[in-house]
Structure formats: C-alpha cells, structure tokens
C-alpha cells in the first residue's frame, strides 16, 4: 500500500482531527512511498527503531511519537539520532497519542478494559478518553491486584484495602492520575491508571476509593497492537509488535 494511503486511512479512522493534543497525530517522518511491512510499539525509542529496521519495516507506528508542545524544538542529542536513523533507512514514523487512547474498539482503554474485565459504561476526562464501568466478575482489591499483575505481567503498586470487594471501575491508560478525582465523584470502588502522582496516596486514604498505579508502558502496549493487527488484515501488510521493556 502507499504511505499516503496509509496516514489517511488511519487519520480518518481514529478521528485524529477531533482531537486538541500535545503532539502531532499522524505522519511525523516521512520515508519511503510504498509500504509493505509495519512495525509497531508504544514509543520510537532508539531501541525500537533499530529493531524495527532490521527486520525490514517500511512503516513505524507507536503511541509516543516525536515533537511534543513542550520539548525543545531543535533536533539535537537524542532526537537526532533517532530522526536520522529513520532518514537513513527511509522509513517513515506515525504516531498517534490520544486519538489511539479513545478509539472505541482499538483504542488503549477499551484494550485494557478487555482484558482486565472491565464492562465499560461511561466516558470522562479530556476529550472523554478516561473509562469507567462495572467488573464483569466483582472481587476484591487482592483478586483484581492479581489478575492485573497476571496480564500485564507487572506488580502493580495500590493504596487501598486489599480486602476490599470491588464492583465499580474507572480507568485511563498512561498517565491518567490527573483524573482521580473525577472518578471518584463518579463513585467508583478503584481508579486503575499508569502511573502515580503524591497527591493520589492522600486521596485514596481520605475517600477510601483504592488506586491502581500499573505501569504507564504496561497499560498502552494493547493499542497500538490492536491497530497494526487490524491494518495487516485491511490492506495485506506484515505486522510485528516490538516490545522493549519498561518499568515505568
């Protein structure tokens, strides 16, 4: 398939002009025209590029791309290596940040709620990315911290009462902490999210809604995923997920 063709069909299909963000959505680096092998991963390190090269991608697509509203603009130290490796191989970059956090079908959230049980109900949060719900099966905080640490593959790090039974749900891949305090208003028993902020510690004892730090990477790994797969079954392309490790 064409590049072009590729960055409309995805543009079109995440709704990407909706969204108000903090990077550019869509093509970021252009490479070579034709594309037959896509790789995907959460974020365009060094490590990610150069694997994805080796095995022949046309195409990198991740969920952290390049060029954020607060970063520095020069391409200097890390960012010109990064940028130049793509030129070299010409290989094009794509990144797509929240319109791949609130897709309805491919999007990290309604990944991670699949597959930790969630029954999503609701939207909340900026541009409605944040989700909340029902468990599918209720069970305590130690159940839950046990299937999340079983799935992602990760200790998640909780405040709360792991004796508590646990029903109601809202969750916001990456690092949705900002939003706590929404979902507690919406009355829920746990937030599950990426990553933690000091303030969450004092919230969670002083309302007794349990929060759920499980890793930023860990809760965005399903997204991107997702997409590539669907991508490879429309148009015929290969597809490989690589995955460099973070404990963040």
Partial sequence: MQLIELRDYIGSELAVSR?????????QVEGRPEVRRIATAVTASQAVLEAATAWGAD???VHHGYFWRSEDASITGIKKRRITHLLQHNVSLLAYHLPLDAHPEWGNNVQLGKRLGF????RFGEQDIACHGRLLEPKSLADLKQVIAQTLQRDPQIIGDLGANITRVAWCSGGGQSYFEQAISLGVDVFVTGEISEQCFHMAQETGAAF???GHHATERYGIQTLGGHLSAHFGVEHRFFDQDNPI
Avoid: K, S, T
């Fill in 59 to 61: 195409a990198v697509l």
């Fill in 119 to 122: 029954a999503e109900e609701g």
């Fill in 212 to 214: 759920i730090a499980a």
């Fill in 19 to 27: 969204f108000r963000d903090y990077c550019p959505n869509g093509l």
